[in-house]
């Protein structure tokens, strides 16, 4: 029970920061010597924060989807597909975490050279460019808020925007990854715990990052992951 109420905590805090959920779950599991079947609880955790992201875009998300359903649905087409076919190429990821630093370390270096270069809307072209850098965030380590926000600003997107579509596209992949590992999902009283503390903590960290965006901080958590990288290193 505190094992997963642990890993719900680090999910929460994590999962919206660019500094890659999964990547810390695994790490924390290896550490922990905690290994639930399969990615079932990571895709619990994730739905939770889904919830988190409804709740705190509740007043803009229909206007949302009806003015920017285009760009929504190029963006998540190509992760769709590859974490549709690969699957089970990816699920080894999660199991061996042997490459962990280097994705941490890839990470750190999409995200340093996230800086705001402008002000333009998310478009088609630039959403196609995000859905496939979202590809990668399958990967433990490599945050999808990060390298999802970081392409935007690199393509010298909005910040604010960029904030609210990483987010809302990210939405449907995340309910479609539930429904595909639902069978592996075990809804006991510690894992409906742990759901619900995750959905309040990643209200808090959804907040904690908006902040972030608006001073034009983002990029400092590159060191953060950079670190992780050293220390996944050193302990798997």
């Known amino acids: 029970m505190i094992k997963i109420l642990f890993l719900s905590f680090v999910q929460g805090i994590t999962e919206f920061l660019p ?70 190429f990816f699920e080894k990821f999660f199991e061996n975490p042997s490459l962990l630093p280097l994705f941490f370390l890839l990470n750190s270096i999409i995200l340093f050279f996230s800086r705001e270069r402008g002000n333009k809307i998310i478009k088609i072209k630039e959403a196609i460019l995000i859905g496939i850098s979202q590809i990668f965030a399958i990967f433990p380590g490599i945050s999808r808020s990060g390298i999802t926000i970081g392409t935007a600003l690199i393509l010298g997107c909005d910040k604010k925007f960029s904030f609210e579509f990483s987010f809302l596209m990210g939405l449907p ?35 904690f990052l908006n902040k972030i965006i608006i001073f034009k901080k983002f990029h400092y958590l590159s060191f953060y992951t950079f670190f992780l990288s050293i220390i996944s290193l050193l302990i798997l």
């Open 19 to 88: 500094i890659s959920s999964s990547g810390h779950l695994v790490l924390f599991e290896k550490i922990f010597n905690y290994n639930p079947k399969g990615i079932g609880l990571e895709v619990l955790l994730h739905l939770s924060t889904s919830f988190s992201i409804i709740f705190y875009f509740s007043k803009k998300i229909l206007n949302f989807y009806k003015k920017y359903y285009k760009e929504v649905i190029v963006g998540i087409i190509p992760a769709g597909i590859f974490g549709l076919i690969f699957k089970n």
């Open 173 to 207: 992949l995340i309910f479609g990854s539930f429904l595909i590992e639902i069978k592996d999902i075990n809804l006991n009283t510690p894992n409906i715990s742990g759901f619900l503390f995750c959905f309040l903590i990643g209200l808090l960290s959804l907040y």
